[in-house]
């Protein structure tokens, strides 16, 4: 797209994150009360319609109060409210908002809401990707991870049977707002999703903020509104540096996914939905510090305060025994193997990662000491 992309006005309590990309450029608002503030979607492109993409679980909490403020923006305000979870990230699902915009007679000027956690926002910036080969979207994730991670970045995807979001576009959203008021209503187990997408940023780029987190964690899955905010703000703040330096993934963006590799591999081992993606990261990210230590790259002291973190957060530090055999196959279908060989995102020393090579025996031994 051509527009360029406002800088948003802001709430007096709001913080916010700038994510610099020329002219695609944004702003990430953080803050209380930002879905219902009519100066958070200020600076917006007006259009005679727009469309929220929501799910079956936040839709009757949230949808009514972003449509009321969204009424101001455009003439006609639609809504589709999608079934809830990883397991409908798919094609079929997809196509239900294909055909919102199409029986809404929706133009290429529609603007479209993501509101909801990180399958929403997926979708959501997918559909916008390729409707009418791109129309303008807003993310407004009501969840920790999709908050910290999944809304920020452009990444966009649906998931395939043999791999998870093998299908989709980098396309940048207008603008991302984090109201921390969506949180109130989050499950734990999904608050906990989330701290694994928040810990992730301290060994691969800020061990400060992981001492923080250590320090803080109590407070996070207490829900404080003030060591959110800073959780959020920081995550956010390293993402948007690495997504600058690196918008499509041809290097430095690898290291966002710490852990994810073998996360991946247990989402699709044990079916989409089993555990929650930040689950599977959480356990990941103990597979992928062993690894470290195992090539000589970082003392065990590490891979157990990481561990040690994970476990605290209420995530799992056991992988699901699918087989070192199942779990090599599915990790060859990630997105940063070459030529068949497994690529992992590994801790060089704290607060620094690199993407690797691991000899498949150096694996296997990781699998045999967390998984089962």
Not at 133 to 161: E, M
Request: glycine share 10%; proline share 4%; net charge negative.
């Amino acid at each position: 797209m051509s527009e360029t992309h406002p800088a948003a006005a802001t709430s007096p309590s709001s913080q916010r994150v700038r994510i610099e990309l020329a002219e695609r450029s944004y702003q990430i608002l953080i803050g209380d009360g930002l879905v219902e503030a009519a100066s958070t979607w200020a600076a917006l492109p007006g259009s005679a319609s727009a469309l929220i993409v929501t799910n079956t679980t936040v839709g009757p909490l949230y949808g009514q109060r972003l449509r009321s403020s969204l009424m101001k923006r455009h003439g006609r305000v639609h809504v589709v409210e999608l079934p809830d979870g990883e397991a409908h990230k798919d094609f079929q699902t997809l196509n239900l908002i294909f055909d919102a915009l199409l029986t809404k007679g929706c133009d290429r000027k529609t603007v479209l809401y993501a509101l909801g956690g990180g399958v929403v926002g997926d979708m959501t910036g997918f559909a916008a990707a390729s409707y009418m080969r791109g129309v303008p979207f807003v993310q407004v994730p009501t969840t920790l991870l999709a908050q910290v991670d999944s809304s920020v970045g452009g990444k966009t995807a649906i998931n395939h049977p043999l791999g998870k979001n093998m299908i989709g576009a980098f396309y940048q959203p207008l603008l991302v707002v984090c109201d921390l008021d969506t949180l109130a209503t989050l499950p734990g187990r999904e608050l906990s999703a989330g701290l694994a997408e928040v810990i992730k940023y301290g060994p691969i780029a800020d061990m400060s903020f992981f001492d923080w987190l250590e320090r803080n964690l109590d407070a996070l899955l207490a829900r404080d509104r003030e060591s959110l905010a800073h959780a959020i703000k920081r995550s956010c703040e390293i993402k948007a540096a690495v997504v600058g330096a690196d918008e499509r993934e041809t290097g430095l963006r690898a290291i966002l996914n710490f852990g994810h590799t073998f996360g991946h591999a247990i989402e699709a081992g044990l079916g989409y939905g089993e555990w929650l993606h930040g689950e599977a990261v959480g356990c990941g990210m103990v597979m992928a510090a062993d690894l470290s230590v195992r090539l000589g790259l970082v003392e065990p002291a590490l891979a157990e305060r990481i561990t040690g973190l994970v476990r605290r957060a209420g995530l799992p530090t056991t992988g699901p025994a699918l087989g070192a055999d199942r779990y090599l196959e599915l990790m060859r279908l990630d997105k940063k193997s070459e030529a068949g060989d497994i690529r992992f995102v590994v801790i060089e020393k704290p607060g620094q990662a690199a993407l690797r090579a691991a000899p498949d025996g150096l694996v296997r031994e990781v699998l045999e000491a967390h998984t089962g």
